[in-house]
């Protein structure tokens, strides 16, 4: 009780100096800071914003640079102390001005290196974007606003109120449920693709009944770190919402739990060793993809593995300590990544062979130019390719002894990994839902299926791609962030098109590659810079179309190609090798062409629902 009383008390004073501050010039200044004290306490008790209001003592006013000495379209950095770390950064956007936490809610890259489109601050690692105004976050891989701190103009000089300690993210307002809204929609899944639409159901005001059921025992984990941190990923670390997450927002998870049959006739989901079923209003499929393994003798063999979940992981690490031989089988980003860690965790305590039909690593998605150049690296840090050479089996008794390679010669191995690519899990709904000839659920732009009631989103998902009219199923983490939240506003009927560009990246030792668009079968490429140097950008076009672009060491480059991209101002191919446009010039077309890269999220989540769900 006086813990509630002390909470309302906080609030309420710090609804009166708001209403001091911010309202009292407009009416009489007593009516001003009580009524506007009781108005946010109650407003912030309903939104559940209690537990992240600031008290006044832990706010302070803080001097920042001249106003004169930020241009529109500019962003400053502001050493805000006590130590040198606590920055923040100032932008003049629109005549206005704005501040946020420097550093990237994600893995805390400096802000002040991406680049400043409009009001979006792109982070210049994986690809976040961030309102400067909201903090919400646009894209990329991350949940939480970045904090925003209220700026004001005072004798010449920029103003800002910032927290005593400056926090690294902001839980978004998230609504609850409202016990007389009684409809009913069901996640399956519980990847990014699945958080990201609970996320932005709950952003968006929706306060129906939530339901969350996946095959795993965890709850949402960044699987992207499984195949570079081998030795040092802990579960506790990548889960990317604790419990308390979903019993804020009212969202029932079903851990552990298989199911046996959805009847898409009745909107009815049945599970393994119930017999209640589950109604649905809609229905999310979030299933992702589990590994290939190939059709060859011996793969269930001890120590032959696929990596998928933190399990897998777990396995590989314990086996992977003790072998002394270890294959990869296929050349792919994870198989390489695998490789590339393992290497260099335990050295020369174990050789390491990646085997793979191609002759040149990735040459089929980033050319033969830059895939030799990454090849090299690992050969530079002792791994062995024995490439142009298919699995015909492999061989053991109990435990795994070798594999056996189509040309019949043998490579001694103590643990396989299997990195042969992935399968879309449309196991449950192969024959009630139309499925793509990629593998995954047919969807439209607004990822509905081709049943109304049923939106898929993720590495399970086949959408037409509005950038070259191809259907595509992307297998990238930002992708089904950004898918998940466009399946879920389309769920609540807000009718919002999926219009990304799919972003990617990879770490290989101290390599950190960044690739965006989809290169699909390009026919014609242009390399920026050297490989071999491992600092370059590279871009593939079909049809003189740029289509995508890798980089290494050009970081925001990547960004720059994204949004130039998504706001249709890339130049052609032609353009780019004659050297008629160069990547400042993309950047400088992107901001002469104000509004084009202005963040969309608050306008969606505050879209009309245009056909409100029964
Ligand atoms: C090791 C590794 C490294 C990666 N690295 C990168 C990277 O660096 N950058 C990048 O962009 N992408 C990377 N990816 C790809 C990225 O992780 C995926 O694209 C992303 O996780 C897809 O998200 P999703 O939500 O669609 O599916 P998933 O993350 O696969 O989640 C699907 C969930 O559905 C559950 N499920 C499956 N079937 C059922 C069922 N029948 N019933 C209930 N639940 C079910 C699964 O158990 C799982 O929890 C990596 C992937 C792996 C495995
Ligand atoms: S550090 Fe910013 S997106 Fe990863």
Known sequence: MNRHFSKISKLFQLGTVLGKNRVAQFVKPKTATVAFGSLFTLFCLKNNMDSKIF????????????????????????????????????????????????????????????????????????????????????????????????????????????????????????????????KKFVILGSGPAALSAVETLRRSNFKGEIIVITKEDELPYDRTVLSKNIFGAELEKITLKDPSFFEKCEVTVL????????????NLIEIEGESEK????????????????????????????????????????EAAKKAKKIVIVGASFIGMEVAANIKKELKDEVEVTVVDQIKTPFSRVLGDDVGKAIMDLHEKNGVKFNLEKRLKNIEGAGDVKSIVLDDNSHVDADLVILGTGVRPNVDLVSNSLRIADDGGIYTDVFLKSSVESIFAAGDVASYPYWYTGNRVRVEHYNEAIQQGQIAAYNMIGKRIPHTSIPFFWSRQYDMSFRFVGYSGDFDNIHIDGSPSAMNFIAYYAKENKIVAAASVGRDPATMVVGQAMESNLMPSMEELKSGQVTLEDIQARIKSKKGCSKCKRNAYENKPNWNPPR
């Open 55 to 182: 008290t006044l003592e832990d706010l302070r006013d803080v001097e920042t640079i001249n106003a004169s000495d930020i241009q529109d379209g500019e962003m400053k950095s502001f050493e805000v102390g006590p130590t040198k770390d606590d920055v923040i950064l100032l932008y003049k956007y629109d005549g206005k001005y704005y501040a946020t936490a420097a550093k990237c809610p994600h893995s805390a890259a400096n802000l002040e290196k991406g680049v400043l489109f409009d009001d979006k601050i792109v982070c210049p690692w994986h690809d976040a974007a961030f309102s400067i105004v909201t903090g919400k976050p646009e894209q990329g891989p991350v949940f939480d606003n970045l904090p925003t701190f209220p700026v004001k103009e005072v004798n010449g000089k920029l103003v800002v109120q910032i927290p005593r300690v400056l926090p690294k993210s902001v839980e978004p307002t998230l609504s609850k449920r409202f016990v007389a809204d009684f």
């Open 255 to 266: 851990k552990n739990t298989n199911v046996k049959y959805i009847n898409i006739d009745r």
């Open 278 to 317: 589950i109604k649905y209003d809609k229905l999310l499929i979030a299933t992702g993809a589990r590994p290939k393994v190939p059709p060859v003798s011996g793969t269930g063999l001890n120590n032959v593995l696929t990596l998928r979940s933190y399990k897998d992981m777990e396995q590989i690490k």
